[in-house]
């Protein structure tokens, strides 16, 4: 049985990762397991300088989900390079580090930067909700998508991942920019874009007033999503939105996605990751799956 | 170091109208846990509820191995935990949280809490009292109806004051008035504060106002508890208004001085 894949050029033991933002640079959950087990580890989302995030509250929980308007907090790429790199070093795991910015220039000196340090790729965030400025401002039009992607592509030396927002009307043409723009791979989704109202105080419950909504709610729009996208590229898709267990990545990968990311379901059970690697190992063994690249994008439609 | 555990229900009892004490069996958990830290639960297998419930720790018997805490039933997730029979098994991670109330430098104590923000007192109290400090511990509550855990507090603090907003029970009117009126007396040389965010207030504004040394057990709406969501962030004192930094309630809390944050 092998569960091997070679994501973007990214040699992965298996098709897990843990996605950015709900892993920290992981050293609260190398309490709980050898991170060495993972295919990847994508970092907390890090930018050029230190950012600190957006006033609380920034969380609260919804039906099946929960909305987060965290805003980047993050130490800044010097800081991750001189303090959490090292140690995330240590483990026999992929190193994928999520980069966002608040314009071109600013994603290409970052990738700058990136070139220089010992990871094995970037997944570059055109995606997150919750800041005025870049982020999802590029990714939502196939141009922005494609400019973005095409500037950082020209720079880094390393495999390009490009992670996607939902909250536009045509996934597929966004992901075609990734395409066009050069990069090696797409992930997606990122979170949908949401409100939560206290009735009692009529405001919103998030200080941001709007935040991200993710967790299982948002999975069959994650698998419609990758799916559109696996019929308009050829690159791999990394997939997330809501996976909890090895059912829902064998979900996403019969959908179109080469890899699959556990994002806020590392919340709630440190242990999701590990679980969707057995998951998926049981799921190979029962169907006599010898390798599991030939699931990829096996679904078949009605 | 925070460890996963399926605790078994060893004993449970509503102590007043919709507040549950559970008592369950952690020995892991028990075993490295200070006053201050929290846990979290996970009350369904399924998905929704879909966070675990931060809850701060009651009491812990470190001999037996049992941990207790306390709860007020107030939407959906705490209602399933409340169902919860004996011999069932609780998923909990704990301990968590690094910022712990610490006495050791000092010898005498004032306790101050309100409402459902009493419960992590108790630990606090029974600990620095078994090592020999004066404690003594002024609780508030909006009425009679929901003054609790008086003989318990009774037997883990030198002088108990309770205090109602009513006056129906005890003192009346805010504990932390009756704390600042025995100041001068009896001169404690730090003050632990837990309970609703205008008590809270009014003790931060009082210590740091004269200088009084103060630790506050703080709340956040949380998202991991682990230190990995960053959700739970509070207001770092020393940052401008303009371009606030940030601690976070499960890392570098839930305990802080009072003096470090704003909130």
């Given amino acids: 049985m092998n569960t091997k894949v070679n994501f973007a050029g990214i040699e992965m033991k298996n098709p897990v990762t843990v996605a950015s933002g709900t892993f920290g640079y992981g050293r609260e959950f190398s309490n709980f397991f050898d991170l060495g087990k993972l295919g990847a580890i994508i970092t907390k989302g890090t930018s050029l300088k230190p950012k600190s995030g957006n ?14 308007s965290i805003g980047l907090q993050n130490p800044g790429v010097e800081y991750f390079a001189e303090n959490d790199l090292p140690n995330l070093r240590k483990y026999d795991t992929k190193i994928i580090v999520n980069a966002c910015g608040s314009s071109i220039d600013e994603y290409v000196e970052l990738c700058k930067i990136l070139n220089t340090l010992d990871i094995d790729g970037v997944e570059l965030n055109l995606s997150c909700p919750n800041v005025k400025e870049g982020c999802m401002a590029f990714g939502n039009t196939y141009e922005g998508v494609r400019k973005v992607t095409s500037s950082v592509r020209e720079v880094l030396q390393k495999p390009l991942i490009v992670k996607l927002t939902p909250n536009v009307t045509n996934i597929a043409e966004i992901a075609k920019g990734v395409e066009d723009g050069g990069a090696d791979a797409v992930s997606l989704i990122n979170t949908l874009l949401g409100m939560k109202i206290d009735i009692n105080t009529r405001r919103p419950v998030l200080a941001n007033n709007t935040g991200g909504l993710s967790g299982p709610a948002i999975k069959p729009v994650a698998v419609r999503m990758v799916y559109q996208v696996s019929q308009a590229v050829k690159i791999p898709i990394m997939g997330l939105g809501g996976i909890m267990n090895g059912e829902d990545a064998i979900e996403f990968m019969l959908a179109g996605a080469s890899v699959i990311s556990i994002g806020a379901g590392n919340f709630v059970d440190p242990y999701a990751s590990i679980k969707t690697i057995e ?24 | 170091m925070a460890e996963q555990v399926f605790a078994e229900l060893m004993d449970k009892k509503e102590i007043i109208n919709g507040i549950y004490k559970f008592s369950v069996q952690a020995d892991e958990i028990v075993k490295t846990s200070r006053p201050g830290n929290f846990i979290e639960i996970r009350v369904t297998d399924g998905i929704d509820p879909f966070l675990r419930r931060p809850i701060s720790i009651y009491n812990m018997d470190r001999e037996k191995g049992i941990l207790e805490f306390i709860f007020q039933v107030k939407g959906k997730g ?15 991670i704990g301990p968590l949280g690094f910022g712990t109330f610490s006495f050791d430098k000092f010898n005498k104590i004032a306790v101050i809490g309100g409402g459902i923000g009493i419960f992590p007192l108790y630990e606090l109290s029974k600990e620095a ?5 004066t404690v003594n511990c002024y609780l508030g509550f909006r009425n009679k109806d929901l003054v609790m855990l008086e003989k318990e507090f009774t037997d883990v603090t030198d002088k108990l004051t309770i205090c109602t907003d009513d006056g129906s029970y005890g003192e009346s009117g805010f504990a932390i008035d009756k704390l600042i009126n025995d100041m001068e007396t009896e001169k404690y040389e730090c003050i632990y504060a837990c309970g609703p965010t205008p008590m809270l207030r009014a003790v931060k504004k009082y210590a740091d106002e004269n200088n009084i040394k103060c630790q506050v057990s703080l709340e956040e709406r949380m998202g991991c508890g682990l230190g990995v969501c960053l959700g739970c962030a509070v207001k770092k004192a020393s940052s401008p208004e303009d371009s606030p930094e940030y601690f976070h309630v499960c890392k570098g809390g839930p305990v802080f001085n009072s003096k470090d944050v704003e909130f």
Avoid at chain 1, 280 to 294: F, L, P, R, V
Avoid at chain 2, 78 to 92: A, F, H, N
């Fill in chain 1, 55 to 68: 006033k609380p509250p920034r969380v609260c929980e919804t039906a099946s989900g929960m909305l987060n």
């Fill in chain 1, 279 to 302: 998951g998926i190992e049981e799921y190979m063994k029962k169907n006599n799956i010898e390798n599991i690249t030939d699931i990829i994008g096996k679904v078949e439609m009605n």
């Fill in chain 2, 78 to 92: 705490t209602e399933i935990l409340s169902r919860k029979e004996i011999g069932d098994k609780i998923d909990i």
């Fill in chain 2, 129 to 133: 009292k078994n090592s020999g400090k």
